[in-house]
């Protein structure tokens, strides 16, 4: 109690040191993760001090009998010669001392829950719940160490399927990394699995980790592939779902190769071009295999109001009302998307083909030195409106933060080769809605994008070209539904 200000200088002492050495490295240099690292267990360390010092502030303690207070006792030894095994240092792995300190929690949970009895009284709640709060602060200090060795995505509950899924690549030992790859919307975990703990060496699989359903729907998702078009859809090595409200994961085959977003911000333009003509020999081929002649109805209006009330607390006055000039009538934006919906019962797709569901830049691989194309992220596939990905992609281009003008040129041709490429395929299969219904699900794409746009001005582009795609089209003549022809230029140029 009286050194409890020398913990916060101690705390303070390991911030400004590695602070310092931050400085003198590049954030993702050698050593770096190590000295965040450290500061996370530092800072662990200090609330689980401050845990220890509330004890002392429970006045309804002090008047307790001793008996409320003997279940507990041999539970707070153990906790206090659990700390014993958190020496850091930080040339070592500390890998060892944090699943030790892992099997401890374990134990000390399950004693915890066996607790009985006092729990029921005032003073009983009040140790539980502190006690719970201790045991809570030494597993996330073992994750923590692991993560001093490994990287931030490896935890207790994920190491041993981590380590096995190494295993399958090289030799039985403890020597492999995990380096983060991508933070997602979704908060999901995505890191890639190296032989070595160096950032050099050879990425051998791909960790990912999110809700369980999603872990599930990915699954599916690649065996639908696998099924179809195996080539472009990695293999499943390994996953762990126990129940479905939690989390689960999974480690996939790793791609060769670079994503289009990657070619595209970094101007490599005559590469993305190639990509591009090899989706479209790609798409093709898996049109055709896998046409079924049912109807497809992706139903992109109601995909558009389920994610409005998003969009909308992104930007609540991007969408406008309804609006008169000079006695024209202008429809608010709700209007355009009932209208636009009916409109989608006359000019269903007439097949169903597998697609991708989320075909964004980032979810294409393109490797070079094999002239072949992946895809990833596949959780959302289903057998649908190839136009829906086509709508998906276009826009996943148009919204990318390049706004000089050589680059939107360069990614203007990049929608028009595409554009292109499908109508040729449309045309091929007798598809004469096929302008209409893109229309529709650029509407939708570009409308449901502006959720992720925080430049107003922007946004705003985005958002008036799916006000005027729907207006365009909700105005035709139902005769003339299938004459109608996509203003391509107009849409995409700035």
Same mark, same amino acid.
């Given at each position: 109690?009286?050194?409890?200000?020398?913990? =916060?200088?101690?705390?303070? =002492?390991?911030?400004?040191?590695?602070?310092?050495?931050?400085?003198?490295?590049? +954030?993702?240099?050698?050593?770096?993760?190590?000295?965040?690292?450290?500061?996370?267990?530092?800072?662990?360390?200090?609330?689980?001090?401050?845990?220890?010092?509330?004890?002392?502030?429970?006045?309804?303690?002090?008047?307790?009998?001793?008996?409320?207070?003997?279940?507990?006792?041999?539970?707070?030894?153990?906790?206090? =010669?659990?700390?014993?095994?958190?020496?850091?240092?930080?040339?070592?792995?500390?890998?060892?001392?944090?699943?030790?300190?892992?099997?401890?929690?374990?134990?000390?949970?399950?004693?915890?829950?066996?607790?009985?009895?006092?729990?029921?009284?005032?003073?009983?709640?009040?140790?539980?719940?502190? &006690?719970?709060? %201790?045991?809570?602060?030494? #597993?996330?200090?073992?994750?923590?160490?692991?993560?001093?060795?490994?990287?931030?995505?490896?935890?207790?509950?994920?190491?041993?399927?981590?380590?096995?899924? $190494?295993?399958? /690549?090289?030799?039985?030992?403890?020597?492999?990394?995990?380096?983060?790859?991508?933070?997602?919307?979704?908060?999901?975990? &995505? $890191?890639?699995?190296?032989?070595?703990?160096?950032?050099?060496?050879?990425?051998?699989?791909?960790?990912?980790?999110?809700?369980?359903? =999603?872990?599930?729907?990915?699954?599916?998702?690649?065996?639908?592939?696998?099924?179809?078009?195996?080539?472009?859809?990695?293999?499943?090595? #390994?996953?762990?779902?126990?129940?479905?409200?939690?989390?689960? #994961?999974?480690?996939?085959?790793?791609?060769?190769?670079?994503?289009? !977003?990657?070619?595209?911000?970094?101007?490599?333009?005559?590469?993305?071009?190639?990509?591009?003509?090899?989706?479209?020999?790609?798409?093709?081929?898996?049109?055709?295999?896998?046409?079924?002649?049912?109807?497809?109805?992706?139903?992109? %209006?109601?995909?558009?109001?389920?994610?409005?009330?998003? @969009?909308?607390?992104?930007?609540?006055?991007?969408?406008?009302?309804?609006?008169?000039?000079?006695?024209?009538?202008?429809?608010? /934006?709700?209007?355009?998307?009932?209208?636009?919906?009916?409109?989608?019962?006359?000019?269903?797709?007439?097949?169903?083909?597998?697609?991708?569901?989320?075909?964004?830049?980032?979810?294409?691989?393109?490797?070079?030195?094999?002239?072949?194309?992946?895809?990833?992220?596949?959780?959302?596939?289903?057998?649908?409106?190839?136009?829906?990905?086509?709508?998906?992609? %276009? +826009?996943?281009?148009?919204?990318?933060?390049?706004?000089?003008?050589?680059?939107?040129? !360069?990614?203007?041709?990049?929608?028009?080769?595409?554009?292109?490429? $499908?109508?040729?395929? $449309?045309?091929?299969?007798?598809?004469?809605?096929?302008?209409?219904?893109?229309?529709?699900?650029?509407?939708?794409?570009?409308?449901?994008?502006?959720?992720?746009?925080?430049?107003?001005?922007?946004?705003?582009?985005?958002?008036?070209?799916?006000? /005027?795609?729907?207006?365009?089209? @909700?105005?035709?003549?139902?005769?003339?539904?299938?004459?109608?022809?996509?203003?391509? !230029?107009?849409? /995409?140029?700035?």
């Amino acid at each position: 109690m009286n050194r409890k200000g020398y913990r =916060k200088t101690l705390q303070e =002492k390991v911030e400004l040191s590695v602070a310092m050495d931050v400085r003198r490295r590049k +954030v993702d240099g050698p050593g770096f993760q190590q000295a965040k690292s450290l500061e996370r267990l530092a800072r662990l360390l200090d609330q689980l001090g401050q845990a220890c010092l509330d004890f002392t502030d429970i006045r309804a303690l002090r008047a307790a009998p001793d008996k409320h207070f003997k279940p507990y006792a041999k539970l707070i030894r153990r906790i206090r =010669k659990s700390l014993a095994l958190v020496l850091i240092n930080p040339e070592d792995a500390n890998t060892r001392q944090g699943l030790k300190l892992g099997r401890r929690v374990a134990k000390l949970t399950a004693s915890l829950d066996e607790v009985s009895g006092p729990a029921d009284s005032d003073p009983g709640q009040v140790l539980h719940f502190q &006690i719970h709060r %201790m045991i809570h602060l030494l #597993s996330e200090i073992a994750d923590a160490l692991l993560a001093a060795n490994f990287g931030p995505a490896v935890r207790l509950q994920n190491y041993k399927q981590l380590r096995n899924a $190494a295993h399958a /690549f090289a030799d039985e030992s403890d020597s492999f990394g995990v380096e983060r790859l991508a933070l997602t919307r979704s908060g999901s975990t &995505i $890191a890639a699995l190296r032989a070595e703990h160096e950032a050099s060496s050879e990425v051998m699989a791909v960790y990912k980790e999110g809700q369980a359903s =999603k872990v599930l729907e990915e699954i599916s998702g690649v065996d639908q592939w696998k099924k179809v078009y195996p080539k472009v859809a990695p293999s499943v090595i #390994s996953h762990n779902v126990e129940h479905e409200d939690e989390l689960g #994961s999974m480690v996939i085959e790793h791609l060769p190769g670079r994503t289009l !977003e990657s070619l595209l911000l970094n101007s490599q333009w005559d590469l993305a071009g190639i990509l591009v003509n090899k989706l479209g020999k790609t798409l093709r081929k898996i049109w055709k295999s896998s046409s079924t002649r049912e109807h497809a109805e992706p139903g992109y %209006m109601q995909q558009l109001r389920k994610r409005l009330p998003e @969009t909308r607390q992104t930007h609540p006055d991007l969408f406008s009302e309804a609006q008169t000039i000079c006695g024209l009538v202008r429809p608010d /934006f709700n209007q355009l998307v009932d209208r636009a919906e009916n409109l989608e019962n006359r000019v269903r797709a007439p097949f169903s083909v597998l697609i991708h569901g989320d075909f964004n830049v980032d979810n294409l691989i393109y490797d070079e030195l094999k002239d072949r194309i992946y895809f990833i992220d596949l959780h959302r596939a289903s057998y649908s409106d190839y136009v829906q990905d086509l709508s998906v992609l %276009m +826009v996943s281009i148009y919204r990318l933060p390049l706004l000089d003008e050589s680059a939107r040129t !360069e990614m203007r041709a990049l929608v028009s080769q595409l554009y292109r490429f $499908a109508r040729r395929f $449309a045309k091929s299969r007798d598809d004469a809605s096929f302008d209409t219904r893109l229309a529709v699900a650029l509407a939708r794409s570009f409308a449901t994008s502006t959720r992720f746009i925080y430049d107003k001005r922007f946004a705003r582009r985005l958002a008036l070209r799916a006000s /005027f795609l729907l207006e365009s089209v @909700t105005r035709l003549n139902p005769d003339k539904l299938e004459t109608y022809r996509l203003p391509l !230029e107009d849409i /995409f140029s700035d």
